[in-house]
């Protein structure tokens, strides 16, 4: 049995966010990158698997972001590495818009001290 309870988290306004493009939030004491393609929010840590690079200043190109280091191609919905140099999985969370703001869920070890819980 997990300890883990995931929490909903106020990111940020989604107009923050261009269509197309991605920004680095810190939510839970995570940087998440938020990505907006079209009608859909996207949210996955943001740091290439490789070299530690800002994945939120990827290029979005179809339903993947490219590191802007290496050009290593993650899928946006499953964080999967699709492309070398990286091998490793990117961590996605459920994001949602909610009157105009990004809520992302992320799952805390209880006890942690760490929650921005929404109201």
């Not at 197309?20 to 949210?43: D, E, P, S, T, Y």
């Not at 993947?64 to 999967?80: I, Q, R, Y």
């Not at 809520?103 to 760490?114: P, S, Y």
Request: a negative charge; hydrophobic letters at 40%.
């Amino acid at each position: 049995m997990s300890n883990a309870q995931p929490n909903r988290h106020i990111a940020g306004e989604a107009a923050e966010v261009a269509d197309g493009r991605g920004k680095c939030f810190l939510v839970a004491g995570r940087k998440i990158a938020v990505f907006h393609v079209g009608a859909r929010f996207f949210a996955l840590d943001d740091r290439c698997t490789h070299a530690d690079a800002a994945m939120s200043d990827g290029w979005i190109t179809g339903n993947c972001v490219a590191c802007p280091w290496h050009g290593a191609e993650f899928d946006l919905e499953t964080g999967e590495a699709l492309s070398l140099p990286a091998t490793g999985t990117l961590r996605t969370y459920p994001v949602s818009i909610i009157e105009g703001r990004i809520t992302i869920t992320v799952e805390e070890e209880e006890g942690t001290g760490a929650r921005d819980e929404m109201e």
